[in-house]
């Protein structure tokens, strides 16, 4: 298997480790925020607004005070000021917040006002019994609205618009060509655990216990908004039950801390599950329209990816789905084109491969409409035109073992033999069976990362980082990464996360923690390390004295000369002879634009569907899921199939469940639960596999780690609308599948 | 969700006294009833709970070959007690095609018969909604009302009635007992739900402080055991409210249907009893032919009420299925994934 590949002896990266906080969370005793009640808490709701556009006229807020238990209601009023605009963006990865400052409705779900009681549901019912009255204007909701505006980007700063070769040459002189628009739904954030704070004030330090994926820009934002020093505003973030995107600093967060100084008592406000549709951002829907034209041998001549989606009427985020064009085929003339619409709604934002995964569920079917019009094995066909340099940039890639991925993956699956045509397989029971395939791809990203390492004498380390655990194992992953760097097994290690006085360690996004905060911590364990050396041989008492120029290794807590490594010494003997507690190290990791100049940077993958589809009544069952990734290098390789098999069920919910039924009238969204919002259940996924194909990479990273967060939703949403085809014979270009799309 | 009283009667004559007065509501699992209170749907001013009333909770086989099954009965007990699922195979079919194995272990007989439709603007107060406010309107027509009713429908409501549990009861006719302020009485399912008709709101013919005690199904039930099946499309495996579903029951003698059933579900405010498919199939050889005939039959009364013309076709074909699976033979032990289509014919396989 290739786990055992990726180990190395006497090293902790690399070994399928079990998590760290395992059995904390199977036990229950992982405290998330939410299960924090420091003494004197009160409880803390939200009331939102129904209507998507227009203001709020009035508020019952005699009603809702005179409810047993209330303490206060927060509303435009009341609310303190704040020392920065809730619309500022200066803070990177910011959106603009809601946060009472006036009484202009944007969207549903928009908090209109804060009640605080002594119970939740003394304060969920008194938020009731506002029963406000709106003034209500006109809305648009859908990508039907009219107009619409070219964006000069689109996600975090791309361009607009990309234009390499010249298409339209490139559709004439094909000798095949399809053209076909996709559209993928608007999708809300269910992570299991809502946004929520449990917010104390003294004075003017404010604790605060709150899930983030950005300890260190959360406090930075909250500090300006609250016109406090940074310094004073503690966060503790152990655990986050999931983030994907959403859990950056949220409106109904920092309304709770607004709330706990109104009352000057600890205030604890959670978001119901229907209020995660509205402030907290979520995936817009997409209308995609891809041209591409081939030769007679399969070759592609052009690309075009066009996309249409909305952003809120008050702020910019645009899903940046064409972005994988830019990188998957090879093709002559690639243009990439974007057109967005504003709407009533919140604003959109960051949702586990923003982009990627939309733009990759039309990229992948659009490429199999064409493998079939050119009456190719769609697998051949992705061979076929297989990006040995980036596309649009001309640049090698730092690494690229897609074809490792296609080759493994299909083994594995039994791909051999698929007919060509569809619907030309049945199962035991006559149910369609049908294979697709899809390739994954998504970016090595990197932020900027520090940490700290200290070697203790009595043969322990200790390294801290300010990281986010949102349920990958970054408390494992890291760990392990802290205990190599520091030459200790990983039980000498303690390793400490999760809080804003910590280090600062970036954002858990973009898939790009575990390659920066693991770069910083690799480099904090180095330095120990180097200073220690230093010590041990400048001092005629060691064994290692005089080693400088041979070096020395660090492993299992003690430096060994390079050259005989029967000669060494323990940590904790050189300590103590230098009459030393601790040495310590400080680390830091960024993207190296030298490389970036150089390298196109990305993971991939090769994922391969069976579906079963019932010929009647049209219900679709994803049968098997064999994906196989190359990522760089592999920390820990049992957490990273999780994230791979996480991935790949979301990629199934994008194609086969999720979808937010928005009512065009209201802008209201009237499945917001986990009833009516479907993801898939166990019986859904019977049987998924990720395979790690090995990967190394010398550029990307001191590690060579490239992220494995989001690419598994890549390529399985595609993957899974192709076995559809291939099994029925109708090409299905709206997501998720309905099941009248094939019932009739 | 509103303050609300709270009351445990130690009898049936202490809740139905409970139950009478104005703004009460029965409190069974409340796997329903609560999840509506905390949306502000329902707000009851006082809740009598059922869970500690003595004698609800029993499965009597009867010795005339009824089964009378007690209001607050789990819907998992009753579905894996073995002397119910071998003589009523199909009602234990629906009841674990339905929902979840945590909302099953809770869910109660009494509160699957009386659970409310999950048409979403019934569940949204800012919505106007006959069915929740009388005279309100009906914000469900002009919405996506795809999975709405195409039976039995009328211009004041377009909404489903949801249970699984349901329809094999009303195929089988299956007897509901009420005890109320007035006294007992006994009430077949099939009439037991209404249709909207000009009013909606009200969902059945329970009088306010009526009580359903126990549900029995007739000896005669069980003569259809050998071919009862129940089929249920869903838009994920499991885990979901049908699309349509069909419970169908045969007898067959000597290679021909001497008696039918068929009942629909979620295609009325009601569990849809399909005596004009029984009729056609009365006397039939248990064919493909007869079986098309016989679904044609159960929806020809049909109309799409809003963008569901696809439902009348599928439950055409589920009503199909239903029975093709019927003919076939009630399988020795239910599938893993009872109703799906994904569920094995061959019966080998597990999941
Ligand atoms: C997520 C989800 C998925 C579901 N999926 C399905 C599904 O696929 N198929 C399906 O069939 N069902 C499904 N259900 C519905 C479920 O079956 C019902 O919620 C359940 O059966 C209700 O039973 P209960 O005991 O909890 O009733 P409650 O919630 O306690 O009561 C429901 C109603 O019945 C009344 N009531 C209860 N008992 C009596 C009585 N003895 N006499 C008079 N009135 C009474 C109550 O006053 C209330 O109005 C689902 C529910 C949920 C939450
Ligand atoms: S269909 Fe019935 S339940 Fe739904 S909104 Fe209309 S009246 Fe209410």
Redo the contacts between chains.
């Keep these: 298997m290739s786990e055992t590949r990726q180990m190395r002896h006497g090293s902790s990266i690399g070994q399928p480790v079990t998590r760290r906080d395992g059995l904390l969370k199977v036990t229950g005793q992982a405290r998330f925020a939410a299960d924090n009640h420091p003494a004197g808490l009160l409880h803390a709701v939200l009331a939102v607004s129904r209507i998507a556009r227009g203001r709020v006229a009035a508020l019952d807020l005699p009603a809702a005070r005179a409810h047993p238990g209330v303490v206060e209601v927060m509303v435009t009023a009341n609310r303190l000021a704040l020392a920065l605009h809730p619309d500022d963006k200066s803070v990177p990865f910011s959106f603009k917040l809601d946060l009472l400052q006036d009484d202009r409705v944007r969207y549903a779900g928009q908090p209109i006002a804060v009640v605080i009681a002594a119970t939740l549901e003394a304060a969920t019912e008194a938020a009731a019994l506002l029963a406000p009255r709106y003034e209500a204007g006109p809305v648009e909701v859908t990508l039907d609205a009219p107009g619409g505006y070219v964006p000069e980007s689109v996600g975090v700063g791309d361009p607009g618009e990309m234009r390499h070769g010249d298409v339209e040459a490139g559709l004439r002189a094909a000798a095949r060509r399809i053209e076909a628009t996709y559209e993928t739904p608007l999708q809300f954030h269910n992570a299991m655990e809502p946004h929520g704070v449990v917010a104390a004030w003294e004075g003017d330090a404010l604790s605060l216990d709150m899930p983030t994926q950005g300890l260190a820009l959360t406090r930075m934002r909250l500090a300006a908004l609250l016109g406090i020093r940074a310094e004073d505003i503690h966060i503790r973030s152990p655990f986050i039950g999931g983030g994907f995107g959403s859990k950056l600093l949220s409106g109904p967060q920092v309304l709770g801390i607004l709330a706990a100084r109104l009352v000057g008592r600890p205030v604890k406000l959670v978001l119901t599950r229907a209020q995660m549709y509205g402030p907290v951002t979520h995936r817009s829907p997409t209308r995609q329209t891809l041209r591409l034209g081939a030769a007679r041998d399969g070759a592609l001549t052009a690309i075009h990816h066009h996309v249409r989606t909305a952003t809120s009427r008050h702020d910019d985020f645009l899903e940046p789905s064409a972005g994988v064009s830019h990188t998957l085929y090879a093709a002559p003339a690639i243009a990439t084109t974007n057109e967005a619409v504003r709407l009533d709604t919140g604003t959109p934002g960051f949702m586990r491969a923003p982009g990627e995964a939309s733009g990759s569920i039309a990229l992948e079917s659009a490429i199999d409409e064409m493998a079939h019009a050119c009456g190719m094995d769609p697998l051949e066909f992705r061979l076929r035109n297989y990006a040995e340099v980036e596309p649009v940039s001309g640049k090698p890639f730092s690494s690229k073992a897609l074809r490792e991925c296609y080759a493994e993956g299909a083994a594995r699956f039994g791909w051999a033999g698929r007919p060509l045509a569809p619907r030309q397989m049945r199962d035991e029971d006559g149910l369609l069976v049908g294979w697709g395939v899809g390739t994954a791809t998504f970016p090595a990203i990197m932020f900027q990362a520090e940490a700290r390492a200290v070697l203790r004498r009595d043969g322990t380390g200790l390294v801290e980082s300010g990281t986010h655990d949102m349920g990958q194992g970054a408390w494992t992953a890291f760990a392990q990464i802290g205990a190599d760097s520091l030459g200790l097994d990983l039980d000498r290690l303690e390793f400490r996360a999760g809080h804003s006085d910590l280090p600062n360690a970036g954002i858990a996004g973009g898939s790009g923690h575990t390659a920066t905060a693991g770069g910083a911590i690799h480099a904090a364990g180095a330095q120990a390390i180097a200073r220690l050396t230093e010590i041990a041989v400048a001092d005629p008492r060691s064994p290692l004295f005089g080693a400088g120029n041979v070096g020395v290794v660090a492993r299992g807590g003690r430096l060994l000369r390079r050259d005989d490594e029967s000669r060494g010494e323990a940590y904790a003997d050189i300590l103590a002879r230098a009459g030393l507690d601790s040495v310590e190290g400080r680390g830091s990791a960024a993207a190296d634009p030298a490389a970036a100049e150089r390298y196109a940077m990305h993971a991939h993958g090769a994922v391969f569907a069976e579906v079963k589809v019932d010929p009647e009544l049209g219900q679709i069952r994803a049968t098997r899921l064999v994906g196989a990734f190359a990522a760089g290098r592999i920390i820990n390789p049992r957490l990273v199939r999780s994230q791979y098999y996480g991935g790949m069920i979301w990629g199934l919910s994008f194609a086969l469940h999720e979808r937010a039924a928005m009512d065009p009238r209201t802008g209201r969204v009237m499945n917001a639960d986990l009833a009516e919002y479907h993801v898939p259940v166990n019986a859904d996924v019977p049987s998924v596999e990720a395979i790690l194909v090995e990967e190394q990479d010398p550029h990307v990273n001191a590690l060579g780690i490239k992220g494995v967060g989001e690419i598994g939703i890549t390529g399985t949403a595609g993957a899974i609308a192709n076995a559809i085809w291939h099994a029925t014979g109708t090409r299905i270009r709206r997501f998720p599948v309905a099941i009248e799309e094939l019932g009739r | ?3 609300f009283e709270y009351v445990r009667p130690r009898s049936v004559a202490e809740a139905v006294a409970a139950g009478a007065v104005p703004g009460s509501a029965y409190l069974a699992a409340g796997t329903n009833l609560l999840d509506l209170m ?3 749907v329902a707000r009851p001013g006082r809740l009598v709970d059922l869970n500690h009333l003595p004698g609800l909770d029993g499965i009597e086989h009867q010795a005339d070959g009824a089964v009378r099954i007690g209001a607050q009965v789990r819907n998992a007990d009753l579905a894996h007690d073995p002397g119910f699922r071998r003589r009523f195979p199909a009602v234990a079919e629906a009841l674990l095609s339905g929902a ?1 194995a945590q909302l099953r272990n809770a869910a109660t007989v009494g509160g699957n018969l009386l659970q409310r439709t ?1 048409c ?2 019934f569940q ?1 107060t ?2 106007a909604c006959n069915r929740r406010d009388p005279g309100s309107g009906c ?1 469900a027509r ?3 009302n ?1 999975l709405h009713a195409v039976l039995g429908w009328s211009e004041h409501c377009i909404a489903t009635h949801p249970s699984d549990f349901c329809v094999p009861l009303a195929a089988l006719d299956a007897v509901v007992e009420v005890e109320g302020p007035t006294g007992r009485r006994e009430i077949a399912l099939r009439d037991f739900h209404l249709l909207p008709g000009t009013t909606p709101e009200r969902e059945s013919v329970l009088a306010p402080g009526e009580l359903v005690v126990a549900l029995r199904l007739p000896a005669e039930a069980a003569g259809f055991a050998a071919h009862a099946r129940y089929a249920k ?8 409210f049908a ?1 349509v579903s069909a419970a169908a029951a045969l007898r067959i003698v000597d290679g021909r249907i001497v008696a039918a059933r068929l009942a629909l579900g979620g295609v009325a405010a009601k569990p849809w009893r399909a005596e004009e498919a029984e009729a056609a199939l009365a006397g039939a050889a248990p064919e493909a032919a007869a079986f098309r005939r016989a679904a044609e039959a159960a929806l020809a009364a049909a109309r799409p009420s809003g963008d569901n013309a ?2 009348i ?2 439950a055409r ?2 009503a ?2 239903a029975l093709t699976l019927a003919a076939a033979g009630t399988p020795e032990r239910l599938p893993a ?1 009872p109703a ?3 569920a ?3 019966g080998g396989r597990h ?1």
Excluded: H, Q
Excluded at chain 2, 233 to 239: C, F
């Design positions: 969700m509103n303050r905390k949306i502000g979840s999950r979403a603007w949204d800012a919505s914000d002009g919405g996506e795809r499309l869903r838009e994920r495996t499991s885990y979901a699309v696809f439902k076709e599928l074909r589920i199909v299925r994934l799906s289509p994904f094995p014919l061959s999941v």
